[in-house]
């Protein structure tokens, strides 16, 4: 994992309908992952893509340090993916610190298949939209952020 100091993207799951994680995909972008993001299976990796899931922000929030963030629900699953959540740094050699993990091409990606009814805290930095409300229906990005 790259340890990224000018990036603060991150999030986390906070209703479970099932604590299950996948730990065999890598990453299949040329992108640095971060928690919080959301991707897709394609061929034994994990990917990026635009996609009309849907998901909704539950409430505006805060995150670590006082960090702008949203509590989202997953409202609706067209398809399969994946809520990313680097919870340790596989090799024990940086500073435990979620908010700066990033996973770089082809490295394992700890990764929860999301189910309907899930929520997740998600930095505001992972949300590309305005007039952010609760109620606000989103979809997911070609870069694996929050759109609408």
Known sequence: MAMVDNELKCGYITIYKNHVYDGSY???TQELVYNGMIMFPENNKLIFKESD???MIRESAEIYDN???YRVLVRK???LCYFIENT???NDS???DTRRYAVEADALLNAHPLE???EF???ASLVEANNIQPGKVLTVSAGGNLKG
């Open 121 to 123: 805290l998600i930095s």
């Open 67 to 69: 960090l702008p963030a």
């Open 88 to 90: 340790w740094d596989f």
């Open 77 to 79: 699953l067209n398809e």
């Open 26 to 28: 890598s990453n299949g």
């Open 116 to 118: 309907e009814g899930e």
């Open 94 to 96: 940086d500073v435990y």
């Open 53 to 55: 899931n849907e998901f």
